[in-house]
């Protein structure tokens, strides 16, 4: 071999030996006499399978028989267990043997299996579908051999069995759920919210259940919880069946795996809660439509059965009690009818103990439901009679709910619903669901009301959410996104070299770029969750808007490993919602539109009656002066009252053509002296203030900016309700004040009349609204309306305070003389 050759083989940190055709090793650098713990002269000369096994990996006898067959070199990727490490292998046929060159890829290979694990979460909706991608994906991507999910329970108490890989059935018995309690691996993990790294003998010595669960293929195992929403939430189990080391940069690889799988874990549960909901409502419908549809109750019956078994159950019953009171199933449903007539045989052998909680008889009797998330194994274990706990066992039942069919406040029968599979377990939300089928149940057999109750039933629950589609994209700590983002690319259509960086800000809508860009950066900063909402340009070119959540994902020590970033399309909801404001809008200008030409309509209206109504009343009035005494005296009376209903019409019209006149005309704003509209006022109602006795007192009033007019009569109308609607026999006292508050003065006028019940705030203040007879208070009913119409106009309000026999005190803001200043 040429020195430079030699020397250049035994620099490189590439694993470098030659073979000859028996396998025995006759060249070795240093980093392949490392490997095995020896110098290159003490490896020389030795069989490579024979003393050193497995030095390669398991896969190096099938990759030596390829390479000599072939006369090109042969490559291979491969776990290396007793290393730790995957390895990169070239193997080349030469004259005197092999060549072969080893080189340490699992740096590589761990980023691009994160990379497809991300990828392959990132298209996963469902709980089920996640745990399957993190297993499917953690298992070789780690070279285990097997490996489980456990969740938590409902009742955080223990842990339940959601999906293995490569277990026997009867390690899938064992494994189906443990009490958080136990001494093993995983429940520490869950307890503790801490990975677990142990090899087989350790694990013996430390946790006292270990031999009551491990495999006889088991040498190493890694329990590696999930948290999220405030705890763990799920621990993922790997077992491997060579020892393993465990060593820092592939903990840290394994918790960055469980980190990305969390994440993509919860986001799953939010959608199976939305996809519970869809089912929800779906299921509900349909029981509505199936009981509305079917005049039998037996028929009702076994279609709720039917339709519970084909969305949410393994097993559905409805109990009915006998003549006797037995509880029994008038209505099972299975896959297997084997299994309905093993339930029927079960039940017929083991009347249920109304005292055993959760039984249906005591469903029955208590009206109570009652929820079992997992069946616990010890319970079945527990039943002493052989054939009755084979019979349960047969059933496989997993998780199990029993609720009451109520009638009117009576337990008339009990719903059972149950499953047979980790992959479903009955929570709350189950629960309610199993309570809403019982509900229609019941009504099934009320049958008079069976139509009406589930026509109400199907509306009320019917809830349809439509699923958003979410695209998932990673940053470094610092904010920056590199390497390949196959979602964001798919999304907008960038390059690698284009969204680089801070590049994917130029997929943002020029309006909303800045912002956005900002927003991310003080996220980063802070190192605290960032929400937001913005335009995106999508890969054909059009804008949408989506709402965004990130997250950072934080290494053992605290400090941000990456950014995780999720974008949620809402375009349907933000055009929903701007279409929405534009037929708002709309109809607004449609209703001011109408309302304005009623004011006009009715301005004209009352103004063109003023000539007729002149007429009538200067006719019937010569008529009463000149002709009385022609008629007799009922003639008299009805003239009189002609002529009354006349002058209350010309009131009314007056009233009304001023009320649309406030309305109609532009109102025109200038600086208005209340004082001098005040002293004005007063000398119009000098006849009532000497009739009635009455006395205003009022202080220096401001200048405010308004209108003259509309104030004169603003201020007429409630002085001189005070004086109308005083006590008998009680002169009328009228206080009037005002107080600044901001650019607003309140102006107050209070009386101590007769006072108005609070029951009638909102009414006095609507048209021809009257609390009293025209007999006891004269007036049209329109004194308090043009009041309100005033007020508004001048951009103020006006409300009332007052008690029956107390007086009363009306209350309003005007703006301030600022507002009429240019």
Same mark, same amino acid.
């Given at each position: 071999m040429?020195?430079s050759v ?14 000859d055709?028996? &396998?025995?090793?006759t060249?070795?650098n240093?980093p392949a006499?490392? %490997?095995? &713990? ?6 020389i000369g030795?069989?490579?399978?024979r ?5 390669l990996s ?5 990759v ?13 990727i491969?776990f290396?267990a007793?290393v730790?490490?995957w390895?990169h292998?070239?193997v080349l046929?030469?004259?005197?043997? %092999?060549?072969v060159q080893?080189r340490d890829v699992?740096?590589?290979h761990r980023a ?10 990132g298209t996963a909706?469902?709980e089920q ?5 993190v297993l499917?994906q953690?298992i070789?991507?780690l070279?285990?051999?097997r490996?489980a999910?456990?969740? %938590?329970?409902?009742d ?7 999906r293995e ?8 018995e064992?494994?189906r ?8 691996p995983?429940c520490r993990?869950a307890?503790?919210g801490?990975p ?17 669960v491990r ?6 195992i890694?329990?590696?919880p999930?948290?999220f929403?405030?705890?763990?939430q799920?621990v993922?189990?790997?077992?491997f ?5 465990f060593?820092?940069?592939e ?5 960055t795996?469980?980190?990305? &799988?969390?994440?993509?874990l ?13 089912l929800?409502a ?7 439509t199936?009981l ?5 109750v ?5 279609r ?5 078994l ?6 559905a ?8 009171g037995?509880?029994g199933p008038?209505?099972?449903a299975?896959?297997?009818?084997d ?6 045989t ?6 249920a103990?109304p005292e055993?909680?959760?039984?249906t ?7 109570e ?9 010890g319970?079945?274990d527990a039943?002493?009679d052989?054939?009755r706990?084979?019979a349960?066992v047969?059933?496989g ?9 109520t ?8 719903l059972?619903l149950a ?8 929570g ?16 099934a057999?009320?049958?008079?009301t069976?139509f009406e109750t589930?026509?109400h039933n ?6 349809l ?7 998932v ?5 610092d ?11 798919a999304?907008?259509g960038?390059?690698e070299?284009?969204?680089r960086g801070y590049g ?10 800045a912002r ?6 003080e ?6 969750p960032?929400t937001?909402?913005?335009?995106v ?9 989506f709402d965004?959540?990130?997250?950072p994902v934080l290494n053992p020590?605290?400090m941000?490993r990456?950014?995780?970033g999720v974008?949620t399309?809402?375009?349907a909801?933000?055009?929903?919602e701007a279409e929405l ?10 209703l ?6 009623l ?5 004209v ?6 000539e007729?109504l002149?007429t009538?009343a200067?006719?019937?009035g010569?008529l ?5 005494h ?12 002609i002529?009354?209903?006349?002058t209350r ?11 649309s006149?406030?309305g109609?005309?532009?109102?025109t704003l200038e600086?208005?002296k209340?004082t001098?509209?005040?002293?004005e006022? %007063? ?8 009739d009635s006795r &009455?006395r205003?007192?009022y202080?220096?009033?401001p200048?405010v900016?308004?209108n ?7 201020f007429?109308n ?5 004086l109308?609607?005083?006590?008998p026999d ?5 206080q009037?004040?005002a107080?600044r508050?901001?650019?607003l ?12 019940d609070p ?10 609204q009257?609390l009293?007879?025209r007999e006891?208070?004269?007036g ?7 009041c309100?119409k005033?007020v508004?106009r ?5 409300w009332v ?8 005190a ?13």
């Amino acid at each position: 071999m040429p020195t430079s050759v030699a020397a250049l083989l035994q620099a490189t940190p590439d694993v470098i030996f030659a073979l000859d055709h028996h &396998g025995v090793i006759t060249y070795a650098n240093p980093p392949a006499a490392a %490997l095995v &713990g020896l110098t290159p002269s003490e490896v020389i000369g030795r069989h490579l399978e024979r003393d050193f096994p497995h030095t390669l990996s398991a896969e190096w006898p099938q990759v030596s028989q390829r390479a000599r067959a072939s006369t090109r070199p042969v490559e291979y990727i491969a776990f290396n267990a007793n290393v730790g490490r995957w390895l990169h292998g070239q193997v080349l046929l030469v004259p005197d043997g %092999l060549l072969v060159q080893v080189r340490d890829v699992t740096g590589l290979h761990r980023a691009e299996q994160l990379h497809q694990v991300t990828a392959a979460l990132g298209t996963a909706q469902t709980e089920q579908d996640v745990v399957g991608v993190v297993l499917e994906q953690a298992i070789p991507a780690l070279g285990a051999h097997r490996g489980a999910m456990l969740a %938590l329970s409902e009742d955080r108490k223990a842990l339940e069995l959601r999906r293995e890989e490569k277990y026997s059935p009867e390690e899938r018995e064992r494994f189906r759920w443990f009490a958080l309690t136990e001494d093993l691996p995983a429940c520490r993990a869950a307890r503790d919210g801490v990975p677990v790294f142990v090899s087989a003998p350790d694990a013996a010595r430390e946790y006292s259940g270990w031999d009551a669960v491990r495999s006889v293929s088991t040498q190493s195992i890694a329990a590696l919880p999930l948290s999220f929403a405030g705890g763990v939430q799920a621990v993922l189990v790997l077992s491997f069946d060579l020892p393993r080391r465990f060593d820092e940069a592939e903990r840290q690889f394994l918790i960055t795996l469980t980190g990305v &799988g969390a994440q993509a874990l919860e986001r799953a549960r939010l959608y199976d809660t939305e996809a519970r909901g869809r089912l929800r409502a779906t299921v509900l419908a349909e029981a509505g439509t199936l009981l509305a549809t079917s005049l039998k109750v037996e028929d009702a019956l076994n279609r709720l059965t039917g339709l519970a078994l084909a969305h949410v159950a393994d097993w559905a019953a409805v109990y009915l009690p006998d003549d006797d009171g037995v509880v029994g199933p008038v209505a099972v449903a299975h896959r297997d009818p084997d299994m309905i007539e093993l339930l029927r045989t079960f039940v017929a052998q083991n009347p249920a103990d109304p005292e055993s909680p959760g039984s249906t008889a005591w469903v029955m009797r208590t009206g109570e439901s009652f929820l079992v998330p997992t069946v616990p194994p010890g319970v079945i274990d527990a039943i002493e009679d052989p054939e009755r706990r084979a019979a349960i066992v047969r059933m496989g039942l997993h998780s199990l709910i029993h609720v009451p069919l109520t009638v009117d406040g009576r337990t008339v029968g009990v719903l059972g619903l149950a499953s047979s599979s980790t992959a479903q377990t009955y929570g709350p939300e189950d629960l309610r669901l199993a309570e809403a089928l019982a509900a229609r149940a019941a009504l099934a057999l009320e049958n008079a009301t069976l139509f009406e109750t589930s026509q109400h039933n199907e509306q009320r629950y019917r809830s349809l959410v439509d699923a958003t589609r979410q695209i998932v994209w990673t940053n470094t700590p610092d904010g920056r996104m590199l390497g390949e983002q196959p979602g964001w690319a798919a999304l907008t259509g960038q390059g690698e070299n284009e969204y680089r960086g801070y590049g994917w800000a130029d997929a943002l809508h020029p309006e909303d770029r800045a912002r956005s860009v900002v927003t991310w950066q003080e996220a980063v900063k802070k190192s605290a969750p960032c929400t937001m909402e913005h335009r995106v340009r999508v890969a054909d070119g059009t804008y949408r808007h989506f709402d965004v959540r990130a997250v950072p994902v934080l290494n053992p020590n605290g400090m941000i490993r990456e950014w995780v970033g999720v974008h949620t399309n809402i375009t349907a909801q933000v055009e929903a919602e701007a279409e929405l404001e534009r037929r708002v809008a709309e109809r607004t200008e449609a209703l001011a539109r109408s309302n304005a030409e009623l004011e006009r309509y009715a301005y004209v209206a009352s103004h063109d009656l003023q000539e007729p109504l002149r007429t009538i009343a200067s006719l019937t009035g010569l008529l009463e002066r000149r002709y009385a005494h022609v008629f007799d005296e009922r003639g008299r009376t009805l003239l009189s009252l002609i002529v009354g209903g006349t002058t209350r019409m010309k009131m009314l019209l007056d009233d009304l053509l001023l009320y649309s006149r406030m309305g109609a005309e532009q109102l025109t704003l200038e600086p208005v002296k209340t004082t001098a509209t005040m002293e004005e006022i %007063l000398m119009r109602l000098d006849e009532q203030l000497v009739d009635s006795r &009455g006395r205003v007192d009022y202080a220096d009033l401001p200048v405010v900016c308004g209108n003259a007019f509309q104030l004169t009569q603003l201020f007429q109308n409630l002085i001189g309700n005070a004086l109308k609607f005083r006590k008998p026999d009680v002169a009328p006292e009228v206080q009037i004040s005002a107080v600044r508050t901001g650019a607003l003065w309140q102006f107050s006028v209070r009386d101590n009349g007769i006072g108005i019940d609070p029951a009638y705030f909102d009414r006095i203040f609507v048209m021809f609204q009257r609390l009293h007879g025209r007999e006891q208070y004269a007036g049209t009913g329109l004194g308090l309306a043009i009041c309100q119409k005033v007020v508004e106009r001048h951009g103020g309000r006006i409300w009332v305070e007052s008690a029956p026999g107390v007086g009363s005190a009306f209350h309003f803001t005007l703006k301030a003389l600022e507002a009429c200043e240019p």
